[in-house]
């Protein structure tokens, strides 16, 4: 069964920089995964609290959400919260479609 696509509205004048920004969030997502194998709390707080301060600012709300959630779990040492987190934002950046448009 196919992934349903999620569907992201941007704005035109960020074209050239998407790209750049999803593939910032899957070495985010290649980092919290590395980092959870040692516990590495810092590294994963850091993720987040990136994700959470940038994603609103391509269109990508639900990467601030989830950033949001990564750095309270890390701040928590919640190693189950963190890895339910990481499959959701893994997902999410591999069936997200862009869509440009005009505000």
Do not use: C, N
Request: proline share 2%; aromatic share 10%; net charge negative.
């Amino acid at each position: 069964m196919a992934e349903e696509r999620i569907v992201v509205y941007a704005d035109p004048d960020l074209a050239d920089d998407i790209p750049w920004y999803q593939g910032q969030v899957r070495e985010y997502v290649e980092a919290i995964k590395t980092a959870m194998g040692s516990s590495d709390f810092e590294t994963i707080e850091d993720a987040g609290h990136r994700m959470k301060g940038s994603g609103e600012t391509f269109g990508f709300d639900a990467v601030s959400e989830m950033g949001k959630s990564i750095e309270m779990a890390a701040k928590e040492k919640d190693l189950d919260e963190i890895g339910k987190k990481w499959k959701e934002l893994s997902s999410y950046i591999e069936v997200v479609e862009v869509v440009y448009e005009e505000a």
